[in-house]
T-cell receptor, first 110, second 116 residues
Framework: AQRVTQPEKLLSVFKGAPVELKCNYS??????LFWYVQYSRQRLQLLLR??SRESIKGFTADLNKGETSFHLKKPFAQEEDSAMYYC????????????FGTGTRLKVLA | NAGVTQTPKFQVLKTGQSMTLQCAQD?????MSWYRQDPGMGLRLIHY???????DQGEVPNGYNVSRSTTEDFPLRLLSAAPSQTSVYFC???????????????FGPGTRLTVL
């Protein structure tokens, strides 16, 4: 069964410091991976997806099939980055079930 | 476009009561789903639907029913509420018309449910 693991429940960094939120997945086929973000009192929204190879709000995430990881990175954290971040595995061939990790709360300290 | 809407925003129930959480989307998305969000557990899929008349179970379906009579609406029914169903419930929708690997889920604002 597909599984998404986010080992850190809480990550605190100082403003301007680099950020890395970890995500590991278990899926034997070609993965479909996303990062979603939930700011305080807002709904979840897509941050980025691996297929697009994009950088959103300074965040990037690279798929590493060898390590089955999709870590989210930002070189310089900003206070407005404080939020809940979820890694998710989307539907792959034969299933319509999205699987989310348990989430990591990022706190950026002034 | 209103996107994905959910009602009510807050609800308090007594054990054993039943209720329906409403979800609607105006993006003509085929796929709709319900999640519950609990501290330390992340988002867990309850039920999903790939089109009108088609529903299927997710990770944690027990105690919940769904139906999909129209593309727009996907209500979630709690049959006999239990304290373990205290949670925040999110509805989401996705278009299935693009490539399978390009999906984006659009979420509603959530319903905070407390069962006493």
């Amino acid at each position: 069964a597909q599984r998404v693991t986010q080992p850190e429940k809480l990550l605190s960094v100082f403003k301007g410091a680099p950020v890395e939120l970890k995500c590991n997945y278990s899926y034997s086929g070609s993965p479909e991976l996303f990062w979603y973000v939930q700011y305080s009192r807002q709904r979840l929204q897509l941050l980025l997806r691996h297929i697009s190879r994009e950088s959103i709000k300074g965040f990037t995430a690279d798929l590493n099939k060898g390590e089955t990881s999709f870590h989210l990175k930002k070189p310089f954290a900003q206070e407005e980055d404080s939020a809940m971040y979820y890694c998710a595995h989307g539907r792959a061939s034969g299933t319509y079930k999205y699987i989310f990790g348990t989430g990591t709360r990022l706190k950026v300290l002034a | 476009n209103a996107g994905v809407t959910q009602t009510p925003k807050f609800q308090v129930l007594k054990t054993g009561q039943s209720m329906t959480l409403q979800c609607a989307q105006d993006m003509n998305h085929e796929y709709m789903s319900w999640y519950r969000q609990d501290p330390g557990m992340g988002l867990r899929l309850i039920h999903y639907s790939v089109g009108a008349g088609i529903t299927d179970q997710g990770e944690v379906p027990n105690g919940y029913n769904v139906s999909r009579s129209t593309t727009e609406d996907f209500p979630l029914r709690l049959l006999s509420a239990a304290p373990s169903q205290t949670s925040v419930y999110f509805c989401a929708s996705t278009s299935l018309s693009g490539a399978w690997f390009s999906d984006t889920q659009y979420f509603g604002p959530g319903t905070r449910l407390t069962v006493l």
